[in-house]
Nanobody, 127 residues
Framework: QAQLVESGGGSVQAGRSLRLSCAGS????????MGWFRQFPGKEREGVAA????????YYVDSVKGRFTISRDNAMKTVYLQMNSLKPEDTALYYC????????????????????WGQGTQVTVSS
């Protein structure tokens, strides 16, 4: 059974960094577009970043450009989200997602295009 498991969330002060990890299992990890979404309380899930099967092209929502970096290690079946210069407005529940059957990511990201999701990891940034 295909599965995604996120880790690396936590509570940090503004300006600090966190790295989220998403480990895939039970499927062929190397081919799909992989993305990170986040959800603020009472809001729709927002596509944050995505990375294509071979490591590029990538996509970032404007609010994280220059601060967040998405990467992947297909051998380890893991995708990462390095988050630097965190702001209180980055506080959210972060989800990893896969787009089976699609190798090249294109933005903006749409939730309905991603068919496999992790359980989410909380990121809290205090001022």
């Amino acid at each position: 059974q295909a599965q995604l498991v996120e880790s690396g969330g936590g509570s940090v002060q503004a300006g600090r960094s966190l790295r989220l990890s998403c480990a895939g299992s039970g499927w062929i990890f190397s081919w799909p577009c992989m993305g990170w979404f986040r959800q603020f309380p009472g809001k729709e899930r927002e596509g944050v970043a995505a990375i294509s099967a071979d490591g590029g092209p990538t996509y970032y929502v404007d609010s994280v450009k220059g601060r967040f970096t998405i990467s992947r290690d297909n051998a380890m079946k893991t995708v990462y989200l390095q988050m630097n210069s965190l702001k209180p407005e980055d506080t959210a529940l972060y989800y990893c997602a896969a787009m089976p059957g699609v190798s090249t990511c294109r933005g903006p990201l749409r939730r309905q295009d991603f068919g496999l999701w992790g359980q989410g990891t909380q990121v809290t940034v205090s001022s």
